[in-house]
C-alpha cells in the first residue's frame, strides 16, 4: 500500500452542528502534494461534501488561507511533507466566524477594507487628452512592496489585536492605505488619516509582528503601520506646533 | 480646533523611549556593570564622575535617558496588562500606574539632577 497522511479536517455546519468537529481523513503522501492538493484529494474520492474556498493554486487569488498546524497558510503555497509524518491539522482561518466547514465569514475584512479608501484619490482628474500619470522607478519602489497583498487574510489570524478588537482596522487593510498613501498620483492621504489615525486604526497596534511574518507575499504589514504612526505622530506635534495650520 | 488625541504623544515618547533605551543604556550597563568592575577599563574616580555629571548638558542627558525610558516603559507594560493579562476593564487604573509611575520617576530624576552640585 502507498504511504499515507492524516488530516484532521475542521467541520461545520452552523444550522446543523452546535460546534465544530474535528474528522479525519487518510490521504496519500506525496512529495509534491500542498495541503490543498490533499483537500481537492478528499473532496475528490473521500466526502464531496467538505467545503473549503481555493481558486488559482498558486498564490495569486489569496482565496485558500487556512490555519494549517495552529499557523495561518495559503494551503496552495504549504506542502504536505513539511508535516510529515503528520497529522496535519487543518482549520477556518483564526479570529472569523465560520460559514462552513474551513469557509470563515470575510465581511467585516471587506468593510475595513473599504473604510481605507484603498485607491487612488485625485482632488481633480486630468483630462484624459493630457495622458497617464507618470512614475519613476523610484516613485514605483516607495510602495511597491505593500501593493503585493493579496488580500488573503492570513494577517488577521496571526493578529493577537485583532483576535482581542475585533473594530481594529487590521494589518492589511492599513498596509494598502499606506500603499496608496506613498503613492505619488495619490493625494488622498488626508482623508484616510481620519480613519487611520483613530484608535481602532493604527494606535490599536501593539507591534506583535505576526502579520509579517506570515505574510505570504513578504508585504510587510507591521512595517507599513509602524511607518504610518510615525506620519501620524508628526502630524500631531506639527498641529501642536503650528495650530494654525491645522484643518 | 478639535480636541486632540493623546495616543500620538504617547506613542512619540514610547518610540523615542525605544530609541534612547536601546541605543543608550547598553553603553551605560557594558561601562558601568562590566567594562570598570571587571577592570577592562580604568574607572574614572567619583570626583571627576560627580562633576562629569554635574555638567548641565550631562544633565539634561541623564535626564531625558530617565524619563524617555520610563515612559517607553509605561506604554509598553500598559499594552502587556490590557493584552497579556486581559484586564483592559481596569483601563483607568493602569493607564495612572503605568504613566502616572513614568511621571513620578521623571520628577524623582529630576529633582536628583537638579540638586546635583
Known amino acids: 500500500m502507498a504511504e499515507t497522511i492524516k488530516l484532521e479536517v475542521t467541520r461545520y455546519a452552523p444550522e446543523r452542528h452546535q460546534a465544530p468537529t474535528s474528522q479525519s481523513f487518510e490521504v496519500p503522501y506525496r512529495k509534491d502534494w500542498v495541503v490543498l492538493d490533499a483537500l481537492n484529494y478528499i473532496k475528490d474520492n ?6 473549503y474556498r481555493w481558486s488559482c493554486r498558486m498564490g495569486i487569488c489569496g482565496s485558500c488561507g487556512m490555519m494549517v498546524n495552529g499557523e495561518p497558510k495559503l494551503t496552495c503555497a504549504t506542502f504536505l511533507s513539511k508535516y510529515a509524518p503528520g497529522p496535519v491539522r487543518v482549520e477556518p482561518l483564526r479570529y472569523f466566524p465560520v460559514v462552513r466547514d474551513l469557509i470563515i465569514e470575510m465581511t467585516d475584512f471587506m468593510a475595513k477594507l473599504r473604510s481605507v479608501k484603498p485607491w487612488i484619490i485625485r482632488e481633480e482628474e486630468k483630462p484624459l487628452s493630457e495622458g497617464e500619470y507618470l512614475q519613476t522607478p523610484e516613485q514605483l519602489d516607495t510602495y511597491k512592496q505593500f501593493s503585493m497583498c493579496i488580500n488573503c487574510m492570513l494577517c488577521y489570524a ?3 489585536v485583532y483576535g482581542l478588537d475585533p473594530l481594529f482596522s487590521g494589518p492589511a ?3 494598502l492605505a499606506q500603499r496608496y498613501n506613498l503613492d505619488s498620483r495619490d493625494q488622498g492621504a488626508e482623508e484616510r488619516m481620519g480613519i487611520l489615525s483613530q484608535h481602532a486604526g493604527i494606535w490599536g497596534c501593539t507591534f506583535v509582528g505576526e502579520c509579517t511574518r506570515v505574510c505570504p507575499k513578504h508585504v510587510d504589514p507591521a512595517g507599513a503601520i509602524q ?4 506620519t501620524a ?3 500631531w506635534f506639527k498641529s501642536l506646533l503650528m495650530p494654525w495650520g491645522a484643518k | 480646533m478639535a480636541k486632540k488625541p493623546i495616543e500620538p504623544f504617547l506613542w512619540g515618547l514610547f518610540s523615542a523611549g525605544g530609541v534612547v533605551a536601546a541605543l543608550l543604556i547598553p553603553v551605560h550597563l557594558f561601562l558601568f556593570g562590566l567594562a570598570f568592575p571587571l577592570g577592562w577599563l580604568t574607572p574614572p574616580g567619583y570626583e571627576s564622575l560627580r562633576a562629569l555629571a ?3 548638558l550631562a544633565r539634561i542627558y541623564l535626564f531625558v535617558l530617565c524619563s524617555f525610558s520610563l515612559f517607553h516603559w509605561a506604554h509598553r507594560f500598559r499594552y502587556t496588562l490590557y493584552d497579556g493579562l486581559q484586564i483592559k476593564h481596569l483601563n483607568e487604573v493602569i493607564t495612572v500606574f503605568c504613566y502616572g509611575g513614568a511621571l513620578a520617576g521623571t520628577a524623582a530624576a529630576g529633582y536628583l539632577l537638579w540638586g546635583l552640585r
Open chain 1, 173 to 175: 487593510a492599513i498596509a
Open chain 1, 227 to 230: 511607518q504610518y504612526k510615525l
Open chain 1, 158 to 160: 496571526a493578529c493577537p
Open chain 2, 54 to 56: 554635574s555638567h548641565p
Open chain 1, 233 to 235: 505622530a508628526k502630524e
Open chain 1, 46 to 51: 473521500l466526502d464531496g461534501s467538505l467545503s
